[in-house]
């Protein structure tokens, strides 16, 4: 299986909205609404932030967003925040009854 | 509240077969909600899906990993383990054991992770 397609980073303002995209295939992201992601802070355990495409787990802030179209699943952060610097994953399942994580984009908030 | 904590050896030899487990605290690994799956990441990169285990012993493993690895579990322990055979330096990483909601794309617990160097 192939991993997810993510951009290497992406970066913004405080204030601004920012996009990152998590790109498949029909065979996994664009198969199932099971996308979910991730924030990963410098040497921090992954921390779930959207799953099943665009729910928000209890205690994660509302201006993180999910949603799906196709082949590919887009997180967005609005209001950024100097702490919304992070590296986030994207991942799904997959017809193999497997799991598959993209490479991961660094959030630089500038 | 659900804790994991993962244990093992954080050096093994090149060949060997590298062992870890999950201990899980505060809830059953027996209550057929969850799947119990190992996750990695080599230093500076990205996840990596392992496996997971079903309560019942069903697994799924990455194709890529799939002819070295073995998931088990002991539901009179509370944990799970890992196994990957004939391990190289490609191996060293940051192993991860986590929760996955069943019918759902919500890994919600995950351990605080564990650093596996393999190295002679």
């Known amino acids: 299986q192939s991993a997810l397609t993510q951009p290497a980073s992406v970066s913004g303002s405080p204030g601004q909205s920012i996009t990152i995209s998590c790109t498949g295939t029909s065979s996994d992201v664009g198969g199932y609404n099971y996308v979910s992601w991730y924030q990963q802070h410098p040497g921090k355990v992954p921390k779930l932030m959207i799953y099943d495409v665009s729910k928000r787990p209890s205690g994660v802030s509302n201006r993180f967003s999910g949603s799906k179209s196709g082949n590919t699943a887009s997180l967005t952060i609005s209001g950024l925040q100097a702490e919304d610097e992070a590296d986030y994953y994207c991942?799904?399942?997959?017809?193999?009854?497997?799991?598959?994580f993209g490479g991961g984009t660094k959030l630089t908030v500038l | 509240q659900v804790q994991l904590q993962e244990s093992g050896p954080g050096l093994v030899k090149p060949s060997q077969t590298l062992s870890l487990t999950c201990i899980v605290s505060?809830?059953?690994?027996?209550?057929?909600?969850?799947?119990w799956t190992w996750i990695r990441q080599p230093s500076g990169k990205g996840l990596e899906w392992i496996g997971r285990i079903y309560t019942t012993g069903n697994t799924n493993y990455n194709p890529s990993l799939k002819s070295r690895v073995t998931i088990s579990v002991d539901t009179s322990k509370n944990q799970f383990s890992l196994k990957l055979s004939s391990v190289t330096a490609a191996d060293t990483a940051v192993y991860y054991c986590?929760?996955?909601?069943?019918?759902?794309?919500?890994?919600?617990?995950w351990g605080q992770g564990t650093l596996v160097t393999v190295s002679s």
């Open positions: 505060g809830g059953s690994i027996s209550s057929g909600s969850y799947f």
């Open positions: 986590a929760r996955q909601v069943l019918g759902s794309s919500c890994y919600d617990y």
């Open positions: 991942s799904s399942y997959t017809s193999s009854s497997t799991w598959v």
